[in-house]
């Protein structure tokens, strides 16, 4: 599986971005499609996912009524559409693909099998 991110730029406190990965590869029709954030000097830590299959969803707390991910099946393609961004939302985003037989609870990085390169998002405040 070949992941695929992007659509990180730079935008001001309360608005808006819409990132997009791509999934190319083998089918993952059973796979939890994740999305993580590392800060500079912090550690990469975990921030929503989505089952391919059924779109069952879970959010880190910090993100939770600001963020949304889904997925359009039709176009191999997970988004995360960050709203309300604060300068704590700063960080190179990352998607990742987990072979988690449909689990939506897949929230630490060694479960996840594939990665993408990372796309930068900085909110200026």
């Known amino acids: 599986v070949q992941l695929q991110a992007s659509g990180g730029g730079l935008v001001q406190a309360g608005g808006s971005l819409k990132l997009s990965c791509v999934a190319s590869?083998?089918?993952?029709?059973?796979?939890?499609v994740g999305w993580f954030r590392q800060a500079p000097g912090k550690e990469r830590e975990f921030v929503a996912a989505?089952?391919?299959?059924?779109?069952?969803?879970s959010y880190t707390d910090s993100v939770k009524g600001r963020f949304t991910i889904s997925r359009v099946n039709a176009k191999n393609t997970v988004y995360l559409q960050m709203n309300s961004l604060k300068s704590e939302d700063t960080a190179v985003y990352y998607c990742?693909?987990?072979?988690?037989?449909?689990?939506?609870?897949?929230?630490?990085?060694?479960?996840?099998?594939?990665w993408g390169q990372g796309t930068l998002v900085t909110v200026s405040s």
């Open positions: 989505i089952t391919w299959s059924a779109g069952a969803t």
């Open positions: 590869g083998r089918t993952i029709s059973t796979y939890t």
């Open positions: 990742a693909a987990a072979h988690a037989f449909s689990r939506v609870e897949v929230t630490s990085i060694p479960q996840y099998d594939y």
